[in-house]
């Protein structure tokens, strides 16, 4: 479940048979808040508990994404790229990410080449295209568009590397991939764009907070009160100096040298970026890296775990020496926010393990939070305070 315009889009697999017997699973999208059949792709009905019109579809007949169809199976890929002027032979597809009406990037693998199709809405090819080509002119290792279509489809080149998130045990030990990831934040700042970065989860506070709360009511008071408490500590901001961020860093949008971790080799998934407060994308890492050692350690994977809360501690502490007086105090607000973000999405699942989950995510917003420094008024106070580690 996420925001859809108005109301919410929900995501159901729903198993089928077809006139012939024939069984299968089908991915099926309901959006309460963009009803539209003229897309062609989407079945106007009616809820019946409410009586509202709500628009069904189901993938890969995206209505937002009308290029998604032609690079979901093989013999619909090859043609597409060939009209392109990109020759693949027997691809291999995956889905490597989704965004249901958003965004969808799907990795060719054939004997030619191996590609990163994106496919988005129309209207933001052009933008995108422009963010690849800045991104690269700023020195900062961002794949090259190799290709683009007016419908939303854009070919990337395989940039060098592996995910962060497989080599956090190394990079726990190495503070110089903190200190490049800081690198790359300040070659960010430069960059020549005119965009507004995506907004983020102190943006849409007021519905991450109410979607915490129907999900955990037992718990609404702490929820009320950690964000009581955000809001607070941004009502004391003065000014609000921006500069260019990706819009949402987190381990998996960068990519590492295999042999030295530490060295940051690629930059991914810049759709987002644009004009934001410095803050953000510290904050988004550090909290994704909480999240992150909350999985590893229902996984068994306690050296992985620890391993990303020392990146996480480091990552607070780096950001926190570099920036200006008056900024230091942004970096816990932000943090907190995106636990009670990530909180909201694992209390949504409706199960005791997301909910769980969730309630160790609140404890970790709070820990972020508090407690302040002793004997210091409360607008000094929050002053030179990086983000301290929380415990999951």
């Known amino acids: ?177 903190v200190t490049d990831v800081v690198r790359l934040g300040e070659l960010m700042s430069a960059v020549g764009v005119a965009q507004e970065a995506q907004s983020d989860a102190l943006d849409h506070g007021a519905w991450h907070r109410s979607t915490l709360r129907t999900a955990l009511p037992d718990r609404a008071a702490d929820i009320d009160a950690l964000y009581a408490e955000i809001d607070a500590r941004r009502s004391e901001w003065r000014g609000d100096p921006r500069r260019v961020i990706h819009g949402d860093l987190h381990l998996e949008q960068l990519f590492v040298h295999p042999a030295e971790p530490w060295r940051v080799t690629g930059l991914l998934d810049i759709d987002t970026a644009g004009w934001g407060h410095p803050a953000r994308d510290a904050a988004a890492l550090v909290a994704h890296l909480v999240v992150t050692a909350q999985w590893h350690r229902g996984n068994g994977d306690a050296a992985e775990a620890q391993a990303c809360e020392v990146i996480a501690d480091e990552m607070s502490t780096a950001w926190t020496a570099r920036a200006a007086p008056e900024l230091r105090d942004r970096l816990a607000p932000g943090v907190a926010s995106q636990l009670l973000a990530h909180a909201g999405g694992q209390a949504s699942l409706g199960t005791e393990t997301g909910r769980r989950k969730a309630v160790q995510l609140i404890e970790a917003a709070r820990g972020v939070l508090w407690p302040r420094p002793p004997a210091s008024p409360p607008a000094a106070e929050r002053r030179d305070q990086a983000a301290p580690r929380s415990e999951v």
């Open 1 to 177: 479940m996420e925001p859809s315009g108005t109301g919410f889009l929900y995501g159901y697999e729903v198993d089928t048979v077809d006139a012939l017997g024939v069984a299968a699973t089908v991915l099926t999208f309901i959006d309460t808040g963009a009803v539209d059949a003229a897309d062609g792709a989407s079945v106007v009905t009616v809820d019946p508990s409410t009586g509202q019109p709500v628009s069904v579809w189901a993938y890969p007949s995206d209505p937002m994404l009308p290029a998604l169809a032609d690079v979901t199976y093989p013999d619909r890929v090859v043609p597409a790229l060939a009209a392109l002027g990109i020759t693949v032979t027997s691809p291999d597809l995956s889905v490597a990410a989704y965004r249901p009406g958003k965004r969808a990037v799907i990795r060719v693998d054939a004997a030619e080449t191996t590609l990163f199709v994106k496919v988005v809405r129309p209207d933001r090819v052009g933008p995108i295209s422009s963010l690849h080509e800045a991104f690269r002119s700023a020195r900062l290792p961002v794949p090259a568009v190799v290709a683009s279509r007016a419908d939303g489809l854009l070919v990337l080149e395989r940039v060098p590397g592996v995910p962060a998130g497989t080599k956090v045990r190394e990079l726990a030990h190495d503070t110089r991939f």
